[in-house]
């Protein structure tokens, strides 16, 4: 059974920290592109940061230089550093996995950013 596993999401004051976690299992591999999206109320689901399967990493520039994405193969686990929280960083945050044809989704966990 192919599943994405996401947690780490929490309520944080602005200016904090938080790191996401995305557990994969099954079929999903080191072969994988994985991602981070994230989903505001009323708005569209948009890309965050990806992470080639041999660690090539780019991001949204909204969170360029406050967000790292890194994957341990080894664990079959992506994360999300995020650091200098912004009230707009306030989402629901879901993990992406994409090798080819095959394309699979976490279930979200919920970041809020609020004094």
């Known amino acids: 059974q192919v599943q994405l596993v996401e947690s780490g999401g929490d309520l944080v004051q602005p200016g904090g920290s938080l790191r996401l976690s995305c557990a994969a299992s099954g079929s999903i591999d080191s072969r994988y592109a994985m991602a981070w999206y994230r989903q505001a109320p009323g708005k569209q689901r948009d890309l965050v940061a990806h992470?080639?399967?041999?660690?090539?990493?780019n991001y949204a520039d909204s969170v360029k230089g406050r967000f790292t994405i890194s994957r341990d193969n080894t664990k079959n686990t992506l994360y999300l550093q995020m650091n200098s929280l912004e009230p707009e960083d306030t989402a629901v945050y879901y993990c992406?996995?994409?090798?080819?044809?095959?394309?699979?989704w976490g279930q979200g966990t919920q970041v809020t950013v609020s004094s």
């Open positions: 992406n996995a994409k090798w080819g044809s095959r394309e699979y």
């Open positions: 992470i080639t399967n041999y660690g090539r990493a």
